[in-house]
Nanobody, 121 residues
Framework: QVQLVESGGGLVQAGGSLRLSCAASGSIFSINHMGWYRQAPGKQRELVARVSPRGSTYYVDSVKGRFTISRDNAKNMVYLQMNSLKPEDTAVYYC???????????????WGQGTQVTVSS
């Protein structure tokens, strides 16, 4: 059993900051990419940021320069520091990770339950 649990969402005014955290636990052999996704009402889920085990990062254009993703491999955690938040960042944010539970190099996608981020104007 693998669980991803997010925390840190909430309501913030435009221009403010939030830090999301995600902890992966359970029967984990290794974790490949970890990432943050978001889904706004009426829209498809989109990849916001992703980080490799060695720290290589990817950001969607709309958050570059404002969001920073990081991970702690020893703790199986991933973080998303969100600065200069805008109303259009309002969404449910999900943590996702590619996890190998057996040790054969087969990675499956796991998701957290999501945390709401609301940015008021």
């Amino acid at each position: 059993q693998v669980q991803l649990v997010e925390s840190g969402g909430g309501l913030v005014q435009a221009g403010g900051s939030l830090r999301l955290s995600c902890a992966a636990s359970g029967s984990i052999f290794s974790i490949n990419h970890m990432g943050w996704y978001r889904q706004a009402p009426g829209k498809q889920r989109e990849l916001v940021a992703r980080v490799s085990p060695r720290g290589s990062t990817y950001y969607v254009d709309s958050v570059k320069g404002r969001f920073t993703i990081s991970r702690d491999n020893a703790k199986n955690m991933v973080y998303l520091q969100m600065n200069s938040l805008k109303p259009e960042d309002t969404a449910v944010y999900y943590c996702g990770a590619d996890i190998d539970v057996i040790g054969r190099g087969d990675y499956d996608n796991y998701w957290g339950q999501g945390t709401q981020v609301t940015v008021s104007s």
